[in-house]
Every structure is written in C-alpha cells, then in structure tokens.
C-alpha cells in the first residue's frame, strides 16, 4: 500500500508565502514524477508544477516566476514554496506521484488534498 501525505496548507494573505510538502511512504520501488495539482469548486483539476526524478521541472504558466518545485528523492517528498500568493490561488492543492511498487506497474497515487486560502 502506497500513501501520499500533505502538509502545509492554510491561510495567507496577499503577498505572502506557504509551502506545501508531501511524502510518499509505503511499499515503493521507484518513483518517477512528483507534481502538485490545484482544484477550485467546478474546475477540473489542474497541474500546478511537477518534477521528474531526475529534477526536470515543469511549471503552469500562473505558477512560473512565483512557485517552485522541489523534491528529496531520499526522503520520497515533494515540496513547493509558493510566493507572492494571490487570492486566484485559492484552492485545494493535490499532490500526485508515479510510483512503481514491488510487483505492480507504474500507477498515479494522489494526495488527500490540503485547502490553500488567500485572502486579499
């Protein structure tokens, strides 16, 4: 069984920073990409930024210049500090992972959600 944990979300103003992180656990064998998707109320859900295992980072134009990606590979956790926050930011944040287990093949596992909230 695979588990991906978040942490991190909350309340902020405009202007202001919060860092979400995220940890895989469980019966792994290798994860590939790690990402961070968003979701608002009637929207589907929406990649925010993503990192393959090798460091390759991938950006969401709204993200680029004030969100970054990053990930400890020993520590099966993703992480993104987000900065200069907006209230168009407000939403609940995924994280997401491509992780093969020991005998089974590559699958999509997805964090339970955490509520960022900016206020303006």
């Known amino acids: 069984q695979v588990q991906l944990v978040e942490f991190g979300g909350g309340l902020v103003q405009a202007g202001g920073s919060l860092r979400l992180s995220c940890e895989a656990s469980g019966s792994i064998l290798r994860i590939n990409t790690m990402g961070w998707y968003r979701q608002v109320p009637g929207k589907q859900r929406a990649l925010v930024a993503d990192i393959t295992s090798g460091g390759n980072t991938n950006y969401a134009d709204s993200a680029k210049g004030r969100f970054t990606i990053s990930r400890d590979n020993a520590k099966n956790t993703v992480y993104l500090q987000m900065s200069s926050l907006k209230p168009e930011d407000t939403a609940v944040y995924y994280c997401?992972?491509?992780?093969?287990?020991?005998?089974?093949?590559?699958?999509?596992?997805w964090g339970q959600g955490t509520q960022v909230t900016v206020s303006s």
């Open positions: 997401h992972a491509e992780i093969r287990r020991w005998g089974s093949p590559l699958s999509d596992y």
